[in-house]
């Protein structure tokens, strides 16, 4: 089941970034296009810092912390084995995401945002919601599915 995330996790690189080179080429020079008014824009942005643009020009340790995340969540799926294909399909969002991003800080020193929606500010890409529901969904799969947090029953004394 790990191979079939580290599948996964290679398709969602490969879409995020044939999107950016898409924006890099074609969206970069207009920079922005509205896409439906008032609300979905495609707007072209450098974000040097991480989620909503924290932490700006620390582009190093967003590579080292990645790539350290990265290695203990691919560590863990050969190591621990969890059982369930859903922790596989969160871990290969997550994966293919941090991956994606981590391309463009080591390339560009920037990762290339797009995604623009009225009601929610940050400007971001297709590997923050891999990376944003892969999050969502391990959280659901430790609370739900895993025996992480399942309640232990105490023998009679």
Not at 24 to 34: D, F, R, S, V
Request: proline letters at 3%.
């Amino acid at each position: 089941m790990a191979i079939a995330a580290l599948i996964i996790g290679a398709l969602i690189v490969v879409i995020d970034q044939v999107i950016k080179y898409f924006v890099a080429t074609g969206l970069k020079p207009i920079g922005e296009y509205t896409v439906i008014e008032n609300l979905f824009m495609l707007r072209y942005v450098e974000n040097r810092g991480v989620a909503f643009g924290m932490f700006q020009d620390l582009r190093w340790v967003f590579v080292a912390l990645t790539s350290v995340m990265l290695i203990a969540i691919i560590v863990y799926m050969f190591k621990k084995k969890p059982s369930g294909k859903f922790f596989y399909i969160c871990a290969g969002l997550i994966i293919g995401g941090g991956i994606g991003n981590l391309i463009d800080r080591v390339l560009y020193g920037y990762v290339i945002d797009y995604l623009s929606l009225s009601f929610f500010p940050p400007v971001c890409n297709f590997a923050d919601y891999a990376i944003t529901i892969g999050v969502i969904l391990l959280v659901v799969y430790i609370f739900f599915f895993s025996d992480s947090f399942k309640k232990r029953t105490i023998g009679n004394d």
